[in-house]
């Protein structure tokens, strides 16, 4: 079981990026879904989240109308797309899943102290997003 992150490298200010994360060992039928980012010397925070069953998109205030979660229950891989990104963005990215009896949906966002990360059923190794000023 395992989430496999793809996507990250360094853009300049007002750059996109994709990020990608595959899923293998399990599907994302009935876990919600979504990303973390960690900046330097920050706390890890959930940006955006797919829930469970309904399929609601959720986003972190900071995020919202500048990047996209999906999904591609086919291919059991999920996306997050990076537009406007700006140096504040710089961190590396995780995709994460979990039952949604757990974080989900508004619960998902915000700030997850590293006591809190055995919350999440799974993770992914995580991808380096470097903005340039």
């Known amino acids: 079981v395992q989430l496999v992150e793809s996507g990250g490298g360094l853009v300049p200010t007002g750059g996109s990026l994709r990020l990608s994360c595959a899923a293998s060992g399990f599907t994302f039928d009935d876990y919600c879904i979504g990303w973390f980012r960690q900046a330097p010397g920050k706390e890890r925070e959930g940006i955006a989240c797919?829930?469970?069953?309904?399929?609601?998109?959720y986003y972190l205030p900071a995020v919202k109308g500048r990047f996209t979660i999906s999904s591609d229950m086919a291919k059991n891989t999920m996306y997050l797309q990076l537009d406007g990104l700006t140096p504040e963005d710089t961190a590396v990215y995780y995709c994460?899943?979990?039952?949604?009896?757990?974080?989900?949906?508004?619960?998902?966002?915000?700030?997850?102290?590293?006591?809190?990360?055995?919350?999440?059923?799974?993770w992914g190794q995580g991808t380096l997003v470097t903005v340039s000023a």
């Open positions: 797919i829930s469970s069953p309904d399929g609601g998109t």
């Open positions: 994460a899943a979990n039952p949604p009896k757990g974080l989900c949906g508004n619960s998902w966002l915000g700030g997850l102290p590293s006591a809190s990360y055995r919350y999440l059923a799974i």
